[in-house]
């Protein structure tokens, strides 16, 4: 079992910058990779990128290639969302996810506001 707690969104306007983290506990040593998702009002979940657990290779969308970031502190079993230059078009609940092997993610955050005002 793997408990992933969100934290770190809110309100910004544009061009600003937030950072949400996602901190894992639990089987911390199974997970594969970790990823973030978002789903804005009216539309589907969404994925924004994911970084491997073991490697902290990262991948983005293009929609927020340049603009955002996920690291990982191995210190901490906490994975961070960099997020700069944000638009409005930004503004959706993000959740955190994990999964263990090659396939859906099977755990997830419950997840944060992000609201990006123009």
């Known amino acids: 079992q793997v408990v992933l707690v969100e934290s770190g969104g809110g309100l910004v306007q544009a061009g600003g910058s937030l950072r949400l983290s996602c901190a894992a506990s639990?089987?911390?040593?199974?997970?594969?990779?970790m990823a973030w998702f978002r789903q804005a009002p009216g539309k589907e979940r969404e994925f924004v990128g994911n970084?491997?657990?073991?490697?902290?290779?990262?991948t983005y969308v293009d929609s927020v290639k340049g603009r955002f970031t996920i690291s990982r502190d191995n210190a901490k079993n906490t994975v961070h969302l960099q997020m700069n230059s944000l638009k409005p078009e930004d503004t959706a609940v993000y959740y955190c996810?994990?999964?263990?092997?090659?396939?859906?993610?099977?755990?997830w955050g419950q997840g944060t506001q992000v609201t990006v005002s123009s």
């Open positions: 996810a994990a999964q263990q092997t090659p396939g859906p993610y099977n755990y």
């Open positions: 639990g089987r911390t040593f199974s997970i594969l990779s």
């Open positions: 970084i491997i657990w073991s490697t902290s290779y990262a």
